[in-house]
């Protein structure tokens, strides 16, 4: 159970294209999903905090505008990356909490290999 | 603020080596939870624990075992005669009460045969 699944797996696109990445909650409804961010050899970086019906809550240093999150269901939150650039190439990672779950840990889509060319 | 420091960067072992991944935390909460991940060449995070910060009991399960010490504000994460399927990045990680993790930097694992 608790099944993330994140879509697509691997994107490469020109640059100033806008790209959109769904992270759906498979077996359970999702009222938190967490977008994370990991360049290469490095950690993971938390960007958003999504919540659904609401708007998303952004670190310090991410631009609302150019990743634009939109959860507009239980099941589902999108990131979609405007007019991207080569400077965003990232894996991209999803994570959601389980609805009344309690304290239960996060449960993490396998990420997305965003490729800027 | 919440910080997970992972000093070791890369560790290099042979195989059926006992290998120990150090992880210190720092935070101000009294409640928080600790994590271990490993994450394959592919990507995919894998959840191995979590540990509750009034529950220091160390735990064991298969060849791993991990070691909680609040004294010294640090959760230890043993491998047991290591295996090649065993290389991959591993993150520690800190939950407060908000949920959102705080990841250390990682310590890449490689084993070799």
């Known amino acids: 159970g608790a099944v993330v699944s994140q879509h697509p797996s691997w994107v490469i696109c020109k640059s100033g294209t806008s790209v959109k990445i769904e992270c759906r909650s498979l077996d359970f409804q999702a009222t938190t999903m967490f977008w994370y961010r990991q360049f290469p050899k490095q950690s993971l970086m938390l960007m958003a905090t999504s919540n659904e019906g609401s708007k998303a809550t952004y670190e310090q240093g991410v631009e609302k505008d150019k990743f634009l999150i939109n959860h507009a269901s239980l099941t589902l939150s999108t990131l979609t990356v405007t007019s991207a650039h080569p400077e965003d190439s990232s894996f991209y990672i999803c994570s959601a909490l389980i609805q009344g779950g309690g304290n239960q840990p996060q449960h993490f889509g396998d990420g997305t290999r965003l490729s800027i060319l | 603020a919440q910080k997970v420091t992972q000093a070791q960067t890369e560790i290099s072992v042979v195989e059926k080596e006992d290998v120990t991944l150090d992880c210190v935390y720092e935070t101000r909460d009294t409640t928080y939870y600790l994590f271990w991940y490993k994450q394959p060449p592919s990507g995919e995070l894998v959840f191995l624990i979590r540990?509750?910060?009034?529950?220091?009991q160390n735990e064991i399960s298969g060849r791993y075992s991990w070691n909680f010490q609040k004294s010294t504000s640090s959760f230890n994460f043993t491998i047991t005669a290591s295996q090649v399927v065993d290389s991959a990045v591993y993150f520690c990680?800190?939950?407060?009460?908000?949920?959102?993790?705080?990841f250390g930097k990682g310590t890449m694992l490689l084993v070799s045969p």
């Open positions: 540990r509750n910060s009034f529950d220091e």
């Open positions: 990680a800190l939950s407060g009460g908000y949920s959102t993790l705080t």
